[in-house]
């Protein structure tokens, strides 16, 4: 039955080749282009999917309104991670993120490199990053200690293990000196579906002591880190959301808040930050769901119209 079938069809497309050709040539094109549109759109909406405890993860925003402006920004300040913490028992972890640039120092040679990213030990237990070399526990938990990404071990190292060896970062020291790293860690580079991507690690502690200053505990005027919360269960963000305006008045200094201005704090899921969010100092540049929509429209109409078309040549 089968290979009859197969035998009337053959001997079908024999008798016009030309017409034949045009017809599977056009379903073809129209297929692809939807299989294209497909896996595009299929990776747009996999971002940060691949955290086992994405559904868990929130990032702490804030909004401002002055007497000039009113804005979203994607940073808090320093001490929000330890005090959310302390203030709410739905809170499992917390752990911040800084992003920079650096000039990278290996014996003679110099290299220019971004993705630098400060911080915290928790970033292993509330992300689903894992080492391949070094003790996730202790990689981060002293100042100047740096973990490298696979594609930057090569370029620096080669096929030597790095651990153990040095870096000179100048980072974070204003006096042009620099500061020396201790390689404490080796891990697989990160997936391109990810709202933030990066080169190296480096241990918030390092910005802690080469900027004494500047990241203190009671710091909270000072909004130009990213803050992500643990959350114990999923659907404990409406209990925080609920406690946000309390928490500030507990913790935020009056003198902190200029007259006439005013600053709220949000969580946002962090499933939703690279298609839903286009807040101001994004970590990096965000998408953007409208175009999902443009595009889910605009392959079905390109796979209708290769259907249609087809069909009608077939029916003549």
């Known amino acids: 039955m089968i290979k009859q079938f197969f035998t009337t069809a053959f001997r079908n497309l024999s008798k016009s080749k030309g017409f034949s050709a045009l017809n599977i040539f056009g379903l073809t094109i129209g297929l692809t282009c939807f299989a ?6 299929n990776d747009e909406l996999s971002y940060d999917r691949f955290n086992e405890k994405s559904d868990r993860i929130y990032r702490v925003t804030g909004e401002v309104i002055t007497q000039a402006e009113s804005f979203k920004q994607a940073v808090t300040s320093v001490p929000m991670a330890a005090a959310f913490k302390k203030d709410f028992p739905q809170v499992e972890n917390a752990v911040r993120l800084d992003k920079s640039d650096a000039i990278v120092e290996l014996g003679t040679k110099q290299f220019s490199e971004d993705g630098i990213l400060a911080t915290d030990p928790s970033f292993f237990e509330v992300f689903s990053f894992r080492l391949k070399h070094g003790d996730e526990a202790t990689a981060l938990n002293a100042a100047f200690n740096i973990i490298l990404t696979e594609s930057m071990v090569k370029k620096y190292f080669g096929n030597e293990n790095p651990i153990g060896k040095t870096l000179k970062l100048f980072l974070y020291d204003t006096t042009g000196r620099g500061e020396t790293y201790n390689i404490t860690g080796v891990m ?17 502690k390092s910005m ?4 004494p200053w500047s990241l203190t505990p009671d710091g ?19 209990k925080l959301e609920a406690g946000l305006e309390s928490f500030l008045t507990r913790n935020v200094p009056q003198n902190n808040r200029a007259p006439g201005n005013s600053f709220f704090l949000h969580l946002q899921p962090l499933t939703d930050i ?15 769901m409208n175009n999902i929509y443009i595009f889910i429209t605009i392959g079905l109409f390109i796979l209708l119209i290769a259907a249609i078309n087809y069909m009608n040549l077939a029916t003549a």
Do not use: M
């Open 220 to 238: 909270w005027d000072n909004s130009s880190y990213y803050t992500y919360l643990l959350l114990k269960n999923k659907n404990d963000n409406q």
């Open 274 to 288: 690279h298609l839903k969010s286009n807040l101001r100092y994004e970590i990096e540049a965000t998408g953007n």
């Open 36 to 41: 294209f549109i497909s896996i595009w759109v």
């Open 188 to 204: 697989a580079d990160p997936p391109k579906n990810a709202h933030f991507t990066f080169k190296f690690l480096v241990s918030f």
């Open 208 to 211: 802690e002591a080469a900027n």
